[in-house]
């Protein structure tokens, strides 16, 4: 599966962005997307995540503010980030997991700065 992230930007306190991923192929049952961050210097963390039945789960430091959504006709999973904080500032990895194989896109920088 080959993963196409993208939507990342410099955006200030307070405001919004949307990432987008495109797989190659549509999700099929048992399998999951999401989307992971890794800031300097800290390890790699799950953000959000969506199964093929749109069952999700959040980080708890995300609840609340980001939405994960699926379109599984398009073959892309969403990211909308809205409050955004300086400590989101991170490169974002969409995921996509089937069974216990694990497949990454290139990653796509989010800055949070004024």
């Known amino acids: 599966v080959q993963l196409q992230a993208s939507g990342g930007g410099l955006v200030q306190p307070g405001g919004y962005l949307r990432l987008s991923c495109a797989a190659s192929r549509s999700i099929f049952s048992g399998e999951v997307m999401g989307w992971y961050r890794q800031a300097p210097g800290k390890q790699r963390e799950l953000v959000a995540s969506?199964?093929?039945?749109?069952?999700?789960d959040y980080s708890d430091s995300v609840k609340g503010r980001f939405t994960i959504s699926g379109d599984n006709a398009k073959k892309r999973v969403y990211l909308q980030m809205n409050s955004l904080k300086p400590e989101d500032t991170a490169v974002y990895y969409c995921?996509?997991?089937?069974?216990?194989?694990?497949?990454w896109g290139q990653g796509t920088l989010v800055t949070v700065s004024s």
């Open positions: 969506i199964t093929s039945g749109h069952i999700t």
């Open positions: 995921n996509f997991r089937s069974g216990s194989r694990w497949y």
